[in-house]
């Protein structure tokens, strides 16, 4: 049976680059933003209006519609919209090939019906206070400038999860496991990630 792990996280937890780790030492294909460079190739909308798009639901009372080329499946959408089905194709495609580890996009969701695969689903959470530490460290930000990153961020995710789904971005009873990583060590959450796809 097809194992798949879909990692949905909090800006400044490092789930993605803990996903990236577990992935690796798996052997098993790794998939996060480099979808999005396929969606857009996909999409055949030019670039910068895409990447605008990248996670982000579409504004409620302004939604320009870009696509006016032959496809029926994307004519008359926004980019948003054109943008989440072009990688939902993505995802449902790359799950065909093996087993995989996808971060974000939705993933869970979309491959919730397929029951075929056995998929599993990790949150990943951490304080507040040390995902700005994280931002900080990592993007070379004041405390001030992370910490309006970081809410930003999960605002953004949340809105965008939630309207493509229908399920609260982030609540536990959604997910198959959530994980507090500044509660535990890398290496240890790597290895209970090993233990969750191995008996899946």
């Given at each position: 049976m097809r194992k798949i792990i879909c990692?949905?996280?909090?800006?400044?937890?490092?789930g993605h680059f803990i996903a990236r780790k577990f992935a690796e030492r798996e052997c098993i294909p790794?998939?996060?933003?480099?979808?999005?460079?396929?969606?857009?190739e996909a999409s055949g909308i030019a670039r910068h209006i895409?990447?605008?798009?990248d996670e982000r639901m579409a504004h409620p009372l302004w939604q320009p519609v870009y696509y006016e080329g032959n496809s029926k499946k994307y004519y008359g959408k926004n980019a948003?919209?054109?943008?989440?089905?072009a990688q939902k194709e993505i995802i449902l495609e790359d799950a065909k090939k093996s087993?995989?580890?996808?971060?974000?996009?939705?993933?869970?969701?979309?491959?919730?019906?397929?029951?075929?695969?056995?998929?599993?689903?990790?949150f990943f959470v951490a304080p507040m206070e040390y995902r700005i530490r994280q931002t900080m460290e990592v993007d070379h930000l004041s405390?001030?400038?992370?910490?309006?990153?970081?809410?930003?961020?999960?605002?953004?995710?949340?809105?965008?999860?939630n309207y493509y789904t229908g399920h609260d971005w982030g609540k536990p009873s959604d997910y198959n496991?959530?994980?507090?990583?500044?509660?535990?060590?890398?290496?240890?959450?790597?290895?209970?990630?090993?233990?969750?796809?191995?008996?899946?």
């Amino acid at each position: 049976m097809r194992k798949i792990i879909c990692i949905g996280r909090q800006f400044g937890s490092g789930g993605h680059f803990i996903a990236r780790k577990f992935a690796e030492r798996e052997c098993i294909p790794y998939y996060d933003w480099k979808i999005l460079d396929r969606a857009i190739e996909a999409s055949g909308i030019a670039r910068h209006i895409m990447e605008r798009a990248d996670e982000r639901m579409a504004h409620p009372l302004w939604q320009p519609v870009y696509y006016e080329g032959n496809s029926k499946k994307y004519y008359g959408k926004n980019a948003n919209d054109i943008l989440f089905e072009a990688q939902k194709e993505i995802i449902l495609e790359d799950a065909k090939k093996s087993d995989a580890v996808f971060v974000g996009r939705c993933a869970d969701y979309i491959l919730r019906e397929f029951t075929d695969y056995c998929v599993k689903s990790i949150f990943f959470v951490a304080p507040m206070e040390y995902r700005i530490r994280q931002t900080m460290e990592v993007d070379h930000l004041s405390e001030k400038e992370a910490s309006v990153k970081v809410r930003k961020s999960d605002k953004m995710r949340s809105a965008y999860y939630n309207y493509y789904t229908g399920h609260d971005w982030g609540k536990p009873s959604d997910y198959n496991y959530c994980m507090n990583v500044a509660d535990n060590d890398e290496e240890e959450i790597i290895t209970l990630m090993g233990h969750i796809y191995n008996i899946s």
